[in-house]
């Protein structure tokens, strides 16, 4: 437990929101000098998607709207959101002190801090933070591997669960569970983080466009935005330092009321080294925090230093990623598909602490589309071929695993929406997801009868028929229209009927007038 004055320096979801479309404020923090604050536009609203797996947001119920500032006053709200992932390791090195909000962690927990400092590192609640902690109860803990914690040092998850799949060491205090499942929910999350993070830095063209610049201009980098779009976008390729390495400012201008600040960090190796970023919520950086994220799509080094209290939120989307972490203070949330190493600087204090902050930000859309095509049923007369309109077909998708087509019982087939009427063409159409489908045909054309078997099938759509589809030919009978044709013989003269007389009957069916008979 720590003072306020000790920090150093200067959250098939649910979605918490808060937007201030109607103000037209945009920030700047100056490098050495006091705020200053730019009248700008307000954001046009645009297409955008969340962080993927429900990450980001505030998990319900107890979210405090607006968030609180840092401060170690009391609880203020529960927050059952992941606030920190990584999909390596998970290291406690120097003086580093806390931790809050829920710690999912697929490989080790690893507590060996520095014997200058305090044995004590805690997860979950914490003594300095938002002050909004998972819930009472919950898993502040997760690993996917072992949970060690070095002779002489304690891990603190008091009021919630460290579950582990691993073996677990040292002392820990918190009830402590053993699941060989622990990580199971969360294995696909670094494929997802991965995708997202090159999705958010790239297009199918290159560089996903910025609508801003970055400039590193010694003391400060400065991020000027164009005022007007709601996601402001830049691409850095560079340090985030001064030329002899040290801290600088970080500077925002022209980004308007309710914006998203996207940041993507390229490059192999990267440090960002910063004094910007308040305790108080009246430093304008902070006013960013809730829809500013920091991405580094290809880093596999990734160093965050300084002495300030960092705003936003961090993505780092490479597996092979090392990220070393040394603020006194990281205000969002962190993800890493790599491992994490929380530490103190090698000449710095310690009290390094992760404080939870959700993110509410509208980033780019990165679902991949769903491939679909059409399924086509084609109706025609069983003699001529010609098309027929009318017939009236339903479609149905495989689902039971049950081979041929179940439209009852306790598990049937699913039916793809409503059904269709042949047109013109003959044709019924349905544009669908790859899978097994069935054709049901439940009224033939007038003057047509049913076919014995109705049902039409399978047809399988593949991702080798994207984007044509699939189509198939069925065929019906006239229906037969029965009466009787008579010819009566008779004399020319007395009109008496005549018996004995030999004939044949022919059917016109050549179209040509007359009859043909050879």
């Known amino acids: 437990m720590k003072l306020l004055t000790q920090l150093s320096g200067r959250g098939p979801t649910g979605r918490t929101r808060t937007r201030a479309w109607a103000t037209g404020l945009a920030y700047v923090v100056a490098a050495a000098s006091a705020p200053v604050i730019a009248l700008g536009a307000a954001a046009a609203p645009a297409v955008a998607a969340p962080l993927p797996g429900g990450l980001g947001p505030c998990v319900p119920g107890d979210c405090p709207d607006p968030y609180p500032p840092v401060s170690n006053g ?205 305790i108080a919520d009246t430093d304008p950086l902070n006013q960013l925090r809730p829809r500013l994220l920091w991405n580094f799509p290809d880093a596999t080094t990734v160093n965050l230093a300084g002495t300030g209290q960092f705003q936003g939120s961090v993505l780092i989307g490479n597996p092979a990623s090392e990220a070393t972490i040394t603020l006194p203070g990281v205000n969002g949330r962190f993800f890493t598909t790599g491992s994490l190493t929380h530490t103190s600087s090698a000449s710095g204090g310690g009290g390094q602490e992760f404080h939870a902050y959700p993110f509410d930000g509208d980033l780019p859309d990165c679902s991949v589309p769903v491939p679909q095509a059409p399924v086509t049923v084609v109706k025609k007369d069983s003699a001529t071929g010609d098309v027929l309109p009318g017939a009236v077909f339903e479609l149905w998708e495989e689902t039971n695993g049950v081979a041929g087509l179940q439209t009852t019982g306790g598990t049937p087939d699913t039916q793809v929406g409503t059904s269709c009427t042949t047109g013109a063409d003959g044709k019924c159409s349905k544009t669908v997801d790859l899978g097994t489908y069935y054709w049901r045909e439940t009224a033939a054309p007038p003057g047509y009868e049913l076919p014995p078997q109705t049902v039409f099938g399978p047809v399988t759509l593949t991702q080798a028929q994207i984007p044509d589809g699939v189509s198939i030919t069925v065929e019906d009978d006239k229906t037969p229209v029965l009466g009787s044709v008579t010819v009566v013989k008779k004399d020319s003269a007395t009109g008496d009927v005549l018996p004995g007389a030999v004939f044949e009957l022919w059917e016109e069916t050549n179209g040509v007038a007359g009859l043909q008979t050879t």
């Open 74 to 278: 009391p609880i203020m709200g529960r927050d059952n959101g992941i606030n920190i992932f990584a999909g390596g390791d998970y290291r406690v090195r120097g003086r580093a002190a806390e931790a809050e909000g829920r710690l999912v962690v697929l490989g080790d927990f690893d507590q060996n801090k520095s014997t200058a400092g305090s044995a004590i590192y805690n997860v979950g609640i914490v003594g300095v933070g938002s002050r909004v902690p998972p819930p009472d109860g919950a898993d502040f803990l997760t690993t996917g591997g072992n949970v060690s914690v070095a002779a002489g040092q304690r891990l603190l998850a008091e009021g919630g669960v460290v579950r582990h799949a691993g073996t677990a060491t040292g002392t820990i205090e918190g009830t402590v569970t053993a699941d060989p499942d622990a990580a199971a929910p969360y294995t696909e999350l670094p494929g997802l983080l991965t995708t997202a993070s090159q999705c958010y830095a790239r297009t199918d063209a290159g560089p996903r466009p910025a609508t801003g610049t970055a400039v590193n201009q010694g003391g400060q980098t400065l991020f000027t935005g164009d005022n007007t779009s709601a996601l402001q976008v830049f691409n850095v390729d560079f340090d985030l330092t001064t030329s002899t390495g040290a801290q600088q400012g970080l500077v925002f201008r022209n980004i308007p009321a309710g914006a998203t600040v996207l940041v993507n960090i390229l490059g192999t190796s990267r440090t960002l080294s910063t004094y910007s970023g308040g």
